[in-house]
């Protein structure tokens, strides 16, 4: 099984709702973690919101640190478009270049959403 690890900055909305789309549309071929280069408080809730209307529910869970175990756990890191925010793993890493739509309105969520959901489909094809 594959593992993939997606990274942001706050591990609250854009790595949240990749990892929650991996896991909901690998059927087995792959498992996803997410994690942050500098974590918020909680996850974002226009990013549950916008999850919700496609019937996913982001996990009662707060956003996680990156580690070390974390990177050593994925075969694959992507990241989402955190630029020079984003740590040097050690890693090859590819970024998606996602904006952050956190703070903006809805539509933004719901574009970024769909926009993830496409590169996991492509992932998950390759």
């Known amino acids: ?3 993939v ?3 942001c900055t706050g591990n609250s909305c854009r790595s949240q709702i990749a990892e929650a789309f991996l896991n909901a549309l690998a059927r087995g071929k792959a498992e996803a973690q ?3 280069s500098k ?16 019937g996913i ?13 974390l990177i050593d756990w994925a075969d694959t890191i992507l990241t989402m478009g955190c630029e020079d925010a984003c740590p040097l793993t050690g890693k090859p890493m590819t970024d998606w270049g996602i904006k952050n739509p956190v703070g903006k309105p809805v539509e933004e969520y719901q ?5 993830i959901k496409k590169n996991v ?3 998950l094809s390759a």
Do not use: Y
């Open 39 to 54: 974590p918020a408080a909680e996850i974002d809730e226009g990013a549950r919101q916008v999850m919700r209307e496609v």
């Open 5 to 7: 690890l997606f990274v």
């Open 57 to 69: 529910e982001l996990p009662n869970t707060k956003p996680k640190l990156l580690t070390k175990e």
């Open 1 to 3: 099984m594959k593992h």
């Open 111 to 115: 574009r970024v959403r769909d926009e």
């Open 121 to 123: 489909l492509e992932l």
């Open 34 to 36: 997410s994690a942050g």
